[in-house]
């Protein structure tokens, strides 16, 4: 569906679909589908595609390039919607990200952090960020190894102008849905851990942001909190835009 021919039936039925999936998922594992919230994956859909889905009830939209969020933040300055940075980040993009979104799920270094801190409005709230992890250790993929990630959370946490929300993951596709579910495994004990091993004032983290259009049950069985969902709603993309081209490191899949 392009902006100019966004079927508003299509994609209400087809939040219908996701939002079952969801309840159907939560029902299998024993949790409360309330437990779980979807995030809207709405890169290279335009601003009337994310105006009709927040029509149907949804205000969390998930942007990959930055370039291109930040033009529709700007059309859609009118609607209380909550934007999610799920792409890469490099260092000459923090500022945009940090001005426009109110939480970025991609970071893996310190760099980025304290760039986002430093650059993050005084007049916004703090802006919320989840740590990404290469769960399976793809080594050409982005996110922290988890065997460095308490150092890095203890280095995020002194950063005035960020709070930790919890941990993001994009594993690589599985034969099945139980290796699917194991490697998801993976990411809920870190996320376990890091919430076991807090202390101090400030709040528990509490996003495990994990799960994407065809793997969304496994994820939710392993103990996502945050699922990110693209295609299933919006359906097949139209042609990248704006900086996708500088964004190689960007997950084909997301969503």
Partial sequence: MSDSSFDNSAFSSALRAVQARINAACDAAGRDPASVRLLAVSKTFGPEAVRAAHQAGLTAFGENYIQEAVAKTAALADLPLEWHCIGPIQSNKTRPVAEHFAWAQTVDRFKIAQRLSEQRPAELPPLQICLQVNVDGGPTKA?????????????????????????????????????????????????????????????????????????????IAAGSTLVRIGSALFGARPAKLADAAAAPSADPREG
């Fill in 143 to 219: 996110g922290i190894a988890p065997h460095e990630l308490s150092e890095l959370v203890l280095a995020v946490r002194r950063l005035p102008r960020l709070r930790l929300r919890g941990l993001m993951c994009i594993p690589d596709p599985q034969p099945d849905a139980a290796a699917m579910q194991a490697v998801f495994a993976r990411a809920r004990t870190l996320f376990d851990d890091l919430r076991a091993g807090w202390d101090g004032p400030d709040p528990l983290p509490d996003t495990l942001s994990m799960g994407m259009s065809a793997d969304l049950e496994a994820a």
